[in-house]
């Protein structure tokens, strides 16, 4: 077997590990301020400007995993869908031009998929510190693990899980706009300049106007993921969708909108562009 994959998978797992880890908390406060701005009993209420690097601690257990997590299988679906359209072009089939940016949805949906199982309980413990529920995302924790007594380890579990269905329902369609866009721009400018190289810089510029345009397609979906986290008692998605319509208007759909739009487009700079740096000098370093 070639070391190639391998050498290509743990690139991915380094650079994703560091780009989450510096996006995260290079951007925490604009998340804090978004986490705020979305719960139901309102901004100063859960906070207001006071204490913005709280539950922080989650974000750093968390981020490093979930990005290397996302990347890794992100590239490794994306190289082997790439790999079974180029064996189909060679041996006479060929291949239309859309088949190129539905990789790159279909890659970034199980990438979304796979760095849920980190993110989903991070966020959990993450969001209720951030809107004042703990002083800590320690003390959040440690309140959810000490519900096993009354329901049980499964329990525990789905509560550290709460959320998982409509996160995937954020996040994979977040990802289907912005990777696409991201994978797109970097074609065009590998086209335009003739080299094959992207570089940081460029990635993280890609990378910014990608994700502000997902960042604010999603956002309904983002108030609803964080009302559901943030909820005392488990609630159903459609039940409370009825419930924030009806104490709230179809605004609240929008609320923290801006730190949303400015904290992706920020974080996808970040994000993809220490990702794509950290991606150039690793691939340069690896055998070929």
Same mark, same amino acid.
């Given at each position: 077997? &070639?070391? $190639?994959? #391998?050498?290509?998978f743990t690139t991915a797992l380094?650079?994703?590990?560091?780009? =989450?880890?510096?996006?995260?908390?290079?951007?925490? !406060?604009?998340?804090?301020?978004?986490?705020?701005? #979305? &719960?139901?009993?309102?901004?100063?209420?859960?906070?207001?400007?006071?204490?913005?690097?709280?539950?922080?601690?989650?974000?750093?257990?968390?981020?490093?995993?979930?990005?290397?997590?996302?990347?890794?299988?992100?590239?490794?679906?994306?190289?082997?869908?790439?790999?079974?359209?180029?064996?189909? #072009?060679?041996?006479?089939?060929?291949?239309?031009?859309? %088949?190129?940016?539905?990789?790159?949805?279909?890659?970034? &949906? @199980?990438?979304?998929?796979?760095?849920?199982?980190?993110?989903?309980?991070?966020?959990?413990?993450?969001?209720?510190? +951030?809107?004042? +529920?703990?002083? &800590?995302?320690?003390?959040?924790?440690?309140?959810?693990?000490?519900?096993?007594?009354?329901?049980? *380890?499964?329990g525990v579990w789905m509560e550290?899980?709460?959320?998982?269905?409509?996160?995937?329902?954020? %996040?994979?369609?977040?990802?289907? *706009? +912005?990777?696409?866009?991201? %994978?797109?721009?970097?074609?065009?400018?590998?086209?335009?300049? =003739?080299?094959?190289?992207?570089?940081?810089? %460029?990635?993280?510029?890609?990378?910014?106007?990608?994700?502000?345009?997902?960042?604010?397609?999603?956002?309904?979906?983002?108030? @609803?993921?964080?009302?559901?986290?943030?909820?005392?008692?488990?609630?159903?998605?459609?039940?409370?969708?009825? #419930?924030?319509?009806?104490?709230?208007?179809?605004?609240?759909?929008?609320?923290?909108?801006?730190?949303?739009?400015?904290?992706?487009?920020?974080?996808?700079?970040?994000?993809?562009?220490?990702? +794509?740096?950290?991606?150039?000098?690793?691939? $340069?370093?690896? !055998?070929?």
């Amino acid at each position: 077997m &070639s070391s $190639q994959p #391998q050498s290509k998978f743990t690139t991915a797992l380094l650079a994703g590990g560091l780009a =989450g880890t510096t996006v995260d908390l290079s951007l925490y !406060p604009l998340d804090t301020l978004k986490t705020r701005l #979305q &719960s139901s009993t309102g901004f100063f209420a859960s906070g207001g400007f006071s204490g913005i690097y709280r539950g922080v601690g989650s974000a750093i257990v968390g981020s490093a995993p979930g990005a290397a997590l996302f990347f890794c299988t992100y590239e490794y679906s994306k190289s082997f869908l790439s790999a079974r359209r180029h064996a189909n #072009q060679a041996n006479g089939r060929g291949a239309a031009d859309w %088949e190129a940016p539905i990789e790159h949805m279909a890659a970034a &949906s @199980l990438g979304e998929v796979a760095a849920c199982a980190v993110r989903v309980p991070t966020e959990v413990v993450k969001q209720r510190a +951030q809107a004042g +529920q703990y002083p &800590s995302s320690l003390l959040a924790l440690r309140a959810i693990l000490s519900h096993h007594r009354t329901i049980g *380890i499964p329990g525990v579990w789905m509560e550290l899980y709460r959320g998982w269905f409509v996160t995937i329902m954020r %996040e994979v369609p977040f990802t289907v *706009i +912005q990777f696409p866009l991201w %994978e797109a721009m970097k074609e065009y400018k590998r086209r335009k300049s =003739g080299k094959d190289e992207i570089s940081a810089l %460029e990635s993280g510029l890609f990378g910014s106007a990608a994700g502000a345009i997902a960042a604010g397609v999603t956002t309904p979906l983002d108030v @609803l993921k964080t009302r559901m986290m943030l909820a005392k008692e488990k609630t159903a998605m459609i039940p409370l969708l009825k #419930q924030i319509l009806k104490d709230n208007g179809p605004r609240a759909f929008v609320a923290g909108i801006g730190p949303r739009v400015l904290w992706i487009s920020a974080g996808g700079a970040i994000f993809l562009g220490s990702y +794509q740096w950290a991606y150039n000098s690793l691939s $340069q370093q690896r !055998p070929k």
